[in-house]
């Protein structure tokens, strides 16, 4: 298993401003993962955080508006540029440790609301 | 592609009531199955999985599900359920030979007290 804190839990940002969430696990883990989690839906993946290389993003996420960092196997970070109100959200961490069996472990999330 | 489809979106029950909520993908191949939970204001954790062996899957908090290969299904069920399942259900599935989980949309449970 895995322990995981993300920062900040919550907050109210302007449009136009950028926001960046971390995410540290108490463990060194293979992949890190972000999700995003809109209102009344399910979990969508943005990318897979790399160790050492650019993240992987998934189809509609793009480096520019999600720039994404993993210098460790314990950290990584989200940023979430130039917010509109669309990106109101509940942004997720995730990792998967050593088996191969595809369980996640999440954060507790990181609840942005965009005015 | 890959998806998984949860049939209900909100259910309410009473207390004592029985529980299942359904869970179908469409993937041909071999699959890990997964139910999460999240509570109110609380990370997601998992509740059960199945990776091989026997079908039926007991996970924490009494939940049990069933994997049915040839209905490509796998519905969680609870006998009993108590005001403190009041949560988020989600099921979850990958390929064995890709790491990525596909998610159903979820299924908010109320139990009325």
């Given at each position: 298993s895995a322990v995981i804190s993300q920062k900040p839990s919550r907050d109210i940002c302007q449009r136009g401003t950028s926001l960046t969430i971390q995410c540290q696990v108490d463990s060194q883990v293979t992949m890190m993962f972000w999700y995003r989690q809109q209102p009344g839906q399910s979990l969508t993946l943005i990318a897979t955080a790399n160790q050492g290389s650019e993240a992987t993003y998934e189809s509609g996420f793009v480096i520019d508006k999600f720039p994404i960092s993993r210098p460790n196997l314990t950290f990584s970070t989200l940023t979430v540029s130039n917010?509109?109100?669309?990106?109101?959200s509940i942004y997720l961490c995730s990792v998967r440790t050593?088996?191969?069996?595809g369980e996640l472990f999440f954060g507790e999330g990181s609840r942005l609301t965009v005015l | 592609a890959q998806s998984v489809s949860q049939h209900n979106h909100h259910v309410i029950l009473s207390e004592a009531a029985s529980l299942e909520l359904g869970c179908n993908y469409s993937y041909g191949g071999t699959v890990n199955l997964f139910w999460y939970v999240q509570y109110p204001g609380q990370h997601l954790q998992l509740l059960l999985k199945y990776?091989?062996?026997?079908?039926l899957v007991k996970g924490i908090k009494g939940f049990e599900a069933e994997f049915i290969k040839s209905k490509f299904s796998f519905n969680l069920r609870k006998p009993s359920v108590q005001w403190s399942d009041t949560a988020e259900y989600f099921c979850a599935v990958n390929a064995r030979s890709n790491y990525q989980l596909i998610w159903g949309a979820g299924t908010k449970l109320i139990i009325k007290p």
């Open positions: 917010m509109s109100p669309e990106d109101s050593g088996s191969n069996t | 990776f091989s062996g026997d079908p």
